[in-house]
């Protein structure tokens, strides 16, 4: 995933002042309003990533009151991690919904990186980090790979390519812009591996009231997959 991960230092050519460096930690306010020993998740230094899956709300990668990136890994003083160590200001500060277009569309990018990390490759052969991350994008003077841009960039980019506006590719055509393309047409439809894999393997919901709980539980999940494995062994 290194292709996709955020650059949380910066580059030689670049100063070392928070100001100059693009991209830094994204974090979820809610989620360190929450903790009880607030940490931040791996899953934020990806760039595919751009809202809270728990909580539904846009990520953040700077501090809403000096503006100025995090850096926890050089940071001079031992603060909390839900307190800017610049200003010493909270963190907390909740930031808008995202929307439901853009949530399926990193939702089905997530899918398709876990099934990666688990083994599935694509038929061309190509890694799937390595493809989504060769795109460039026009934001700004030159064209930038998606771990290059700030969230406020990339959100607005998925926003682009889930409501069918003109994205701002680079002039360079490449395998990695159709693909994108096509996970963005696909998107609308997408229900997600856990959704999918609980329709065809849990029994479905006699007719009556729509039940209130929110989805399968992990243990039903496990359950359903232990016997289909003894299925497949009779057999």
């Given amino acids: 995933m290194a292709r996709l991960r955020l650059p949380l230092r910066a580059s030689p050519q670049q100063s070392c002042a928070p100001k100059t460096q693009a991209t830094w930690l994204q974090f979820c306010p809610a989620c360190l309003a929450e903790d009880e020993t607030p940490y931040f998740r791996r899953s934020w230094s990806l760039a595919t990533r751009v809202s809270c899956f728990r909580h539904g709300c846009r990520l953040r990668d ?106 701002p590719f680079g002039t360079r055509r490449n395998p990695a812009i159709a693909y994108w393309r096509r996970a963005a047409q696909a998107a609308p439809a997408w229900r997600g591996l856990v959704t999918s894999f609980s329709d065809a393997v849990l029994p479905r919901p006699k007719a009556g009231p729509y039940p209130t709980t929110a989805g399968p539980y992990l243990a039903d999940l496990i359950q359903a997959a232990a016997r289909l494995h003894q299925k497949r062994q009779a057999f």
């Fill in 62 to 167: 700077r501090c809403p009151s000096c503006g100025q990136g995090l850096a926890p890994f050089s940071q001079k003083r031992l603060v909390p991690h839900q307190i800017c160590a610049l200003c010493g200001t909270a963190l907390c500060k909740r930031t808008r919904p995202a929307t439901n277009r853009v949530r399926r569309l990193e939702r089905l990018i997530d899918d398709l990186l876990r099934l990666h990390a688990v083994g599935y490759r694509m038929s061309e052969g190509r890694s799937l980090p390595d493809l989504l991350g060769s795109a460039c994008f026009q934001f700004g003077r030159r064209p930038m790979s998606i771990a290059r841009l700030p969230h406020r960039d990339r959100y607005h980019l998925f926003r682009q390519l889930t409501e069918g506006r003109s994205t």
